[in-house]
Structures are given as C-alpha cells and as structure tokens.
C-alpha cells in the first residue's frame, strides 16, 4: 500500500527570482516511496548495473539541461552554429576556443552594460567528422560581435531561434546524448557548459500535493497514463497552466512508476494535453 506520494516542482526561474515572478514553465515530478501497484503485464525486476546506472546519469542530465534552457532562454534568444573553416586536431582546441569566444565576448558585452547568458554543446559531425558548436544567447548580445569575435577567426556563424515548445527544447537537450557517441563527452561530466551566472531553477518538494489515491488514479493497469485524471490534477491544483507532456515511467528495479509532467502557461482557458515519447 502506497503511504506518501512526493511531488517535485521544479519552477523554471532563477532559484533566486523574486517572490511575484511567475513561471513560463513547470515540471513536475511525482513518485512514491512504496509499491502498491499490480500491472497486467509485469517484466523481470532487473539487477541493477554501472552501465544502467550510466544511462540513469546521462537522462538526468539531460532533464537538468533543459530546465535551464526553460529558465534563462526564451523563443526570441539565439540558437547558434558555429563552424570551423579548417577542422581543429582534437576536441580540447574546440573547447579552449569556445572558452576563449565566450569570455571576449562578455567582456565586451559587459563595457556597454549587457549581461550575457550562454550555453553551448560541442558536436563532431557523423558523416565528415568535422567539429561544431551549438551555442544557445541571449537576443540583447549584438549579433556583430559574434561575428568579430568567431567569424573573423574560426568560421562561420548560423542564427536560428530557441525552440517553443516542450518537445523541441527537449530535443536540444537531446545533443548531451548525442555528443556522447564521441570524445567530446566524458564520463562523470556533462558534454555542455554554461555561463556562471545561470543557476538551477527553483525546486520545491512537497509530500502531500498529491495524494496516495490520486497517484494510483493517474496510472492504467497496464502502466501507461491516464491523461484525463492528470490534466483533471493540473486544473485544481495549478490553475492557469496546461499540460504539454506527460509521461509515466516504471522503475525497471522497483517496479514503481513515476509521472513526468511538464507544464506551460495557458495561452487560453481550455487545458490540453499531449502525450509524446519524450
């Protein structure tokens, strides 16, 4: 029997916003401390092991990743490429130039009173091996010192947008993953990195927003998600939001499910759902 269920929230402002900031975006993770649940179709409780324990690591810090991209990047801000004209040796040389661009250009953008946020992921191309970088900025830098700063000595700078939506910001996120593949990744490190003034986002937990009958209502037999009973959930307990994603995933050692939910801000009354394999 289920006897505490723990609702995480992660709001995607700063961890040190103002009291009356009110947040574009919410995850929330719900999961319980015990068992209780019987599905129709059960797996093997696996063993656990360094290389799922590895995967583990590697899907957290993709979630982290993205919330911070919820947090300090809107739809407006820049997602860039940058490009090299002549391949570097190693990815080392990526790094010690990215780290150089990033600190000639807060410098400069602190002269004319600009706070710069950054994040970029290092990326070796499949098919010719070439290095890239995926830069995510804040739309107040001025897009002619990109130019001076990395065009004018490395390559070429491509301007694109920050995703809008759920799953597209996840799909950024998703780089960590991919950027594992090759050397650019090392284990016990993340594959990003960003500017020091972006923190975590503000996380709260609270072990009686939901209760141990409401979690077990929000989940099939057969473990899926019941996106009526979840979105009925959002609309009593966080009005004004709506639910762009929601997932139920099982424990494959504990055989205990969780709910990933995220949610945006209404855009207008009516609340609705969509589930992806996000």
Sequence with gaps: ???TVTTRIVECIPVDADRNTVA???ELDIYSSTGGFHFATRSRRRQKSTAAQYLRNKRESIKRLRRIIKTYFRPNDYYITLTYRKNPKNVNTV???????????VRKCRRIGIEVFWLYIVERG??????????????????????????????????????????????????????DTYETHKRGQHAWRSSKNMKDPKMETDNKLISPSEFVGMINGDGSVDEGKVVEMV????????VVHVKAVINPYTEIPYLSIMLQKSVSSKTSCWVDDV
């Design 235 to 242: 609309n009593r307990k966080f009005p004004g939001y709506m």
């Design 24 to 26: 574009e975006n919410i």
């Design 1 to 3: 029997m289920i006897e």
């Design 95 to 105: 790094y010690s130039d990215c780290e150089a661009f990033t600190g000639r250009l």
């Design 126 to 179: 499949e098919e010719h091996g070439r290095y890239h970088v995926h830069l995510l900025l804040n739309q107040e830098v001025p897009k002619d010192l990109l130019y001076e700063l990395w065009e004018r000595v490395h390559g070429d700078v491509w301007f694109g947008q920050v995703p809008t939506t759920a799953k597209g910001t996840h799909r950024l996120a998703s780089y960590c993953r991919k950027a």
